[in-house]
């Protein structure tokens, strides 16, 4: 049985990274970085001052102390956006504020903490170390430096560098769009009435919210019925855009017919089953330069499968330079069975306390069972050849930016 790193690894290499736009920063917050961005300026752009005080030449102050005050002249006072319209002479200072340039002739800024004034003339009561609380031209930032790599997810700290080195526009990549499609006889969707014979169609927005989360924009273009022709319709809606996914059909029951309609429209399919519990089968190919996801319908397993396959293509399309959760160790804090041959992602609730992980099970793990998906904030990854975990086990959790909670 095809192992699932091996399907992961064939998902990957027929992945192409999507193409850019433009846009203004303020609109980045968790886009990708499409370039590399360079600084076209210095910053700080001048020496300034790093506190509120007094412009200096340290030759005039290096014996001042506590009882021994150095007394110089006041000539000026340069606020922070204003330029220094004189330079600082001997025997001179200029009151300077926080971010303003320093000006010519000065070498130190004192703090107004070490100093009194009366009048025109500021007795100065420390000497500090020459160059002290000055912010040197280009620390921060010099023209020219890379600020940011092209695949950079911009989150906080990344804009606000983009906005500190004055750049209104940045190139992102494109958001994959993706069309979202469930089949079934049995489903209802919002503007159905739930008769009897109905479950209400839950796929399509667990998929959607989860191509959200990926960074994509979902097209949900609702529900083929089981017969060929519906089948055939819906799927020909959805081959817009850059990825499809269908949930359910994708069986081999007697009115599972996505496989069957995919390969008439085409579809050169890379693979139809994996090794994975919740999830098997789940198909992937190529209809034309579109990839085509058949995930299958047991709402664990639609979502599993998703997170474990599509979740890392979107990533990859959408021009990121990682693609996985963050994966750690914990150690298991209830004994759990398993039916060993595939690899299991069992939906979990991971906790931090005393310096490390510890993980259990979110209980009943059915692949109906959507609950074991709300309660859980981590998958554990156990491997096919594992039967059962024992209580104080280290094993390899999933974390899927669900809160943690920790002491
Ligand atoms: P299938 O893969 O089509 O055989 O579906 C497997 C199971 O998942 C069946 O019990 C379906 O009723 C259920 N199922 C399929 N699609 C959905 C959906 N969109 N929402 C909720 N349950 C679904
Ligand atoms: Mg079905």
């Not at 009366?118 to 010099?142: A, L, P, Q, T, W």
């Not at 058949?294 to 399309?317: C, D, I, Y």
């Not at 041959?341 to 510890?358: P, Q, S």
């Amino acid at each position: 049985m095809r192992q699932v790193e091996d399907a992961i690894k064939i998902v990957l290499d027929n992945i192409k990274v999507l193409g850019t736009e433009r846009i203004p920063i303020q609109d980045s917050f968790g886009r990708v970085l499409g370039e590399d961005v360079n600084s076209s300026i210095y910053l700080p752009p001048w020496d300034n001052s790093a506190m509120d005080g007094y412009a200096v030449k340290w030759d005039d102050i290096k014996e001042a102390a506590k009882e021994r005050s150095a007394n110089l002249k006041i000539t000026g006072d340069i606020r922070a956006g204003s330029m220094p319209d004189k330079p600082v002479g001997k025997g001179e200072a200029i009151r300077i504020m926080t971010g303003a340039p320093v000006p010519d002739g000065a070498d130190t800024v004192v703090r107004v903490e070490d100093t009194k004034y009366e009048g025109d003339v500021v007795s100065i009561f420390r000497s500090g170390k020459k160059g002290e609380n000055i912010r040197k031209r280009g620390e921060n930032v010099k023209e020219g430096d890379m600020v940011l790599k092209k695949g950079t997810l911009i989150g906080s700290g990344q804009l606000g560098s983009l906005a500190m080195i004055g750049k209104p526009v940045v190139t992102v990549f494109r958001r994959p769009v993706v069309n979202v499609m469930s089949t079934g006889d049995e489903l209802a969707d919002f503007d159905e009435k739930l008769t009897e014979n109905k479950i209400p169609n839950s796929n399509s927005y667990a998929v959607a919210s989860q191509v959200i989360e990926a960074g994509g924009v979902p097209h949900v273009v609702g529900i083929a019925r089981d017969t060929k022709e519906s089948t055939r319709e819906k799927i020909g809606q959805g081959l817009v855009g850059d990825m499809l996914i269908v949930s359910g059909g994708v069986s081999v029951g007697k009115y599972d017919f996505v496989k069957d309609i995919l390969k008439e429209y085409g579809i050169d399919m890379k693979f139809w089953t994996v090794g994975i519990r919740p999830g098997h089968p789940i198909a992937f190919g190529i209809v034309g330069e579109r990839p085509v996801f058949g995930l299958p319908g047991n709402p664990v397993s639609t979502m599993v499968t998703f997170e474990v396959f599509a979740r890392p293509a979107l990533m990859k399309m959408g021009g990121h330079t990682s693609y996985f959760r963050p994966t750690v160790d914990a150690v298991v804090e209830e004994e759990f069975h398993d039916r060993p041959g595939r690899t299991h992602y069992v939906r979990a609730i991971a906790r931090y306390k005393d310096g490390k992980y510890l993980v259990r099970s979110t209980g009943t793990q059915g692949s109906g069972v959507l609950m074991s998906m709300a309660y859980a904030n981590s998958f554990m990854v156990l491997p096919p050849d594992k039967e059962k975990v024992l209580v104080g086990e280290i094993v390899k959790v999933q974390l899927i930016g669900r809160p943690i909670e920790h002491d």
